[in-house]
Structures are given as C-alpha cells and as structure tokens.
C-alpha cells in the first residue's frame, strides 16, 4: 500500500511584514507492507519534507518513520517504531518506542507504550535533552 501527500497553503495580504503572510508546502510519501505468508506482521516506512517560508521566519523539516507490528495469538498487538525529525539549522528529535496491547477479559484492552526521545538543539546550543517515557492505560469501548 502506497500513499503520497502533497500539501500547499499560501496566505498574503496587503502588509507583506505581517506575521499572517507565509507560505506552507508539505510533501510525504508511506509505503506499508502487509505479510501473506506471516499474518501478523505488517511494516511501515515514511519519508516527509516540509517547508515554510514566512517575513519573520524560513525552515524546512525533514522526517524519517520506520515501525513494524506484530499480532501474537490474534489478540496482543506488539509495534516498534523509530522516527527522525530534522527541522534544518535548528533542532533535531529521535525517537524510540515500544507499544503492546492485549485485551483483559470484558474489562477492556490494557496498552503499554515506552518511547525514548533524543532532543538536540542546534541554534542555541542550551536545549539537548533525552526524554524516556511509559503510559499504560486501560480503554474500553462502549
């Protein structure tokens, strides 16, 4: 299964200095790929370019996705996934996570998800971070 988006917002107006005049473009391409012979297990990959072109403010970002799942027994859902995001001259976030899911008897579907962000911050040099975080929730449907 393959999807491109292509996406363009341009605003203008009579004050060319105004922070309401600028221009957006947005481009992304996904490619998912579901196994036959391994029922289960599906793959997807997305590469994304964006550019915004403002008075006050020029930046491009790029994006990188790449996760895989796998259904065990038919019911526990388990995913990884890696995405790269590089916003040019300025900052850049990678990420690691992990999601699992089964449901619990009628009480609904337990998730757990553990994603490990690496933030580094090229413009002011102060905002390098590394983030870890774990949310497990139970959800139910009615």
Known sequence: NTMLMVTST??????????????????TIREDIFFKKIPGLSLSASVSYNAKNAANDKSNITG?????????????????????????????????????????????????IAEQSFYREELFRYGNKDEFIVTAGLSKSF
């Open 64 to 112: 990188f996705d790449l996760s895989g799942s796998y259904t065990l027994f038919d019911i526990w859902t388990n995913s990884l996934g890696l995405n790269f995001t590089k916003e040019t001259g300025r900052n850049k976030k990678t990420t690691l996570s992990f999601t699992s899911g089964v449901p619990v008897w009628m009480l609904g579907d337990f998730f757990l």
């Open 10 to 27: 341009n605003s203008k107006d009579n004050r060319p200095m105004d922070s309401t005049h600028y221009s957006l473009v947005d481009f």
